[in-house]
């Protein structure tokens, strides 16, 4: 059969062969035993909906046995035959342009060079899946092929729950993951309902099909990087950067210390992804001995080099041992999947990476414990360097959250509302003062083509307009407008591209448009392909999370989701191709509500008006949030968008006299 037949089959009429256990492959670690006999049962019945009652005899002990061995059913068997990536979007069978970019793009976030684990559907964070089994990935792709631009695909976290009647400017999918009664949002309910088949983790751009890749990550964490030296009033150059992870998006931050130009050490305790972010030149060099660390670390700041060290281990060792050889760490982070902390997020020092992994399934308890003792090990020697000048921020991973909860040392001595921890979050010092608050955020897009050209004539299009706007651009956001040109700039010699053709860009509402705009004109006009629009979910408006995306509000609203559940709806009825909204993200399941679009620019009239009504109010619904809140940035850019829009109209915050209190 050809790519486009085994599309348009879906689910097997005849069952293919059993795939054998590739060992190769980085696969996800066996999640703990949580379902009673009764509840195993059910699990098994949920999987074999799927298929033709002559088929379940087969099936069912194999089912039984995935259940068993690996804590869910991911139907192994299923696992298409073909290459998994993103083909130019004339290689996908349908009926509707629009439904072949969403095919493109679910392809993307399972190419084995984008996904973590690629047979388990998951793309990255140890959870963040795109579907939950081979059979819904399957049946979702033949309904694509099917679709018209008349009917809408429902998707409940990746099970396609069918093709509905609807009108072309309505999405052609809507998209939920996780969202589950609030009372069920504990860690444990998420297992039990992934495992029982009934819901998923779907991280950010993993279960919306928006991931591009670490790139999509690299900017803001470039961003980030510049602006904590910044904040120490010092250059890069020779100035050392300490973190770790490298799986998934924490991938990004060796790249992004690269670009920004100081010294990064990464640690990271997974052999396999460290060797694969090493052959994509993500990271410079692969330690596994402290001492030899230690001195490469001296010469690269003596030599002021721009260089990223991989460390393969514990970040806890880094950081003790950089205590005891006084070596001087300039600014610090973590980026460790601790959203997920119980089940591969975050490992315990003291053994090795597999046995970790046989003790989280067969003594999840202990495993816990072992977590949370390292927890307090990593906060006190964190500790020992701020005290001797380090700047440590949180990175939005939950680390200072289940630091606390482990009892480490990280609660502020005077807390204050938001300001609890000892250790700011990055957004409530870099990325929600400067560029949310400002509208600013990640503007991502893909070149449907698959053509590297296309992706050069973008980047051109893009700085021109930046640097076109830049002219005239107000005092406030000067420094945000040449960070990003100088980004876009770099971009191609920085090789960010693992799969698809894509980009992303920090922009604000205006340089959004009036760069959509410019590709769809150049689509018009036959010089590049069709474009997909998106972008992170971690951005002005998308999510709600209070020790990320809205940590610096500081009204008492930051555990309220009213502006993530609005900005989908929104996005919806204002032209979007798709949308979704998930419970669960980077800092953990009942602890975010974020949301997400895609949008398909053909150069055509319609994707004109959609792209100018929809981005928009994608960005100036958040900046209104954000004013109402008080922040002063936002209040600045949504009387900049009221002034560019009459039609817009938003209710204003009054400030009040502190001395009256």
């Not at 202990?366 to 005290?387: D, P």
């Not at 919806?572 to 979704?580: N, P």
């Amino acid at each position: 059969m050809t790519f486009q037949e085994q599309i348009q089959q879906g689910i097997p009429q005849q069952l293919p062969q059993p795939k054998p256990y590739e060992t190769n492959i980085n696969h996800a670690p066996k999640r703990k035993e949580i379902l009673g006999e009764e509840e195993k049962k059910l699990a098994l019945k949920n999987a074999l909906r799927y298929f033709e009652p002559q088929f379940h005899a087969e099936l069912l002990p194999e089912f039984k046995e995935e259940l068993e061995k690996y804590g869910r059913i991911y139907m192994y068997r299923f696992r298409p035959d073909y290459e998994m990536k993103a083909r130019p979007i004339a290689d996908y069978p349908g009926k509707s342009e629009q439904a072949k970019s969403i095919m493109l793009m679910i392809q993307n976030n399972l190419d084995y060079a984008v996904a973590q684990h690629p047979h388990e559907l998951i793309t990255y964070g140890g959870n963040g899946a795109v579907f939950q089994n081979w059979a819904q990935y399957l049946l979702t792709m033949k309904y694509l092929s099917e679709m018209t631009d008349e009917q809408t695909l429902t998707m409940y976290s990746g099970h396609p729950m069918g093709l509905f009647p609807s009108h072309k400017d309505a999405p052609r999918v809507v998209v939920t993951n996780g969202m589950v009664i609030p009372n069920y949002s504990k860690p444990d309910d998420w297992e039990k309902f992934n495992a029982l088949g009934v819901s998923q983790y779907g991280q950010m751009t993993a279960g919306s099909y928006m991931y591009i890749g670490p790139q999509g990550i690299v900017h803001g964490t470039t961003i980030t990087v510049l602006n904590a030296f910044r904040k120490i009033n010092k250059e890069p150059q020779g100035g050392l950067f300490v973190t770790s992870g490298l799986g998934g998006m924490s991938g990004a931050q060796p790249k992004a210390g690269n670009i920004a130009g100081c010294v990064t050490v990464c640690a990271e305790v997974n052999p396999k992804i460290t060797k694969i972010r090493h052959e994509q030149k993500w990271v410079n060099e692969i330690h596994e001995n402290l001492d030899e660390l230690v001195e490469r670390v001296r010469k690269a700041q003596a030599d002021k080099e721009t260089v990223s060290l991989a460390y393969l281990g514990n970040i806890v060792e880094v950081w003790e041992k950089f205590d005891q050889e006084n070596v001087r760490i300039d600014i610090g982070s973590d980026q460790t999947s601790l959203h997920n902390p119980w089940a591969g997020g975050y490992y315990p020092t003291g053994q090795s990476f597999e046995e970790s992994n046989t003790m989280m399934a067969e003594d999840p308890e202990l495993f816990k414990e072992k977590v949370q003792e390292t927890l307090r090990r990593h906060a006190a020697a964190i500790n020992k360097h701020t005290q001797k000048g380090t700047y440590f921020f949180d990175y939005g991973n939950a680390f200072l959250l289940e630091a606390s909860r482990a009892g480490a040392d990280v609660m502020a001595e005077n807390p204050t509302l938001g300001r609890e921890f000892k250790f700011p979050s990055y957004v409530q010092d870099i990325m929600g003062p400067m560029c949310f608050d400002y509208g600013f955020g990640p503007f991502r897009w893909v070149c449907a083509s698959g053509n590297p050209e296309d992706l050069q004539k973008t980047d051109d299009i893009a700085c021109g307009v930046l640097e076109e706007m830049v002219k005239n651009s107000p005092e406030e956001i000067q420094q945000q407008m040449k960070d990003n040109i100088q980004w876009i700039k770099g971009a191609q010699e920085n090789k960010l591209v693992v799969g698809s053709q894509a980009r992303i860009l920090y922009a604000d509402a205006e340089g959004r448009m009036k760069i959509a705009e410019a590709f769809n004109k150049a689509i018009k006009n036959g010089e590049i392909g069709p474009v997909v629009l998106g972008r992170d979910h971690h951005d002005v408006s998308g999510t709600d999370s209070p020790y990320r995306e809205t940590s610096n509000i500081y009204d008492g609203s930051r555990f309220t989701a009213d502006m993530a559940i609005q900005n989908v709806i929104g996005d919806s009825f204002r032209g979007a191709t798709w949308v979704s909204i998930h419970n669960g993200g980077g800092v953990g399941w009942g602890e975010v509500i974020n949301g997400g679009f895609g949008m398909l620019l053909d150069g055509s009239d319609d994707a004109d008006r959609r792209l100018k009504s929809m981005l928009f109010w994608d960005v100036n619904n958040g900046i209104s949030r954000r004013s109402w809140a008080r922040n002063e940035g936002a209040v600045f850019a949504i009387k900049r968008a009221m002034e560019a829009e009459p039609n817009l109209k938003v209710t204003l915050p009054n400030f009040v006299d502190e001395s009256l209190f």
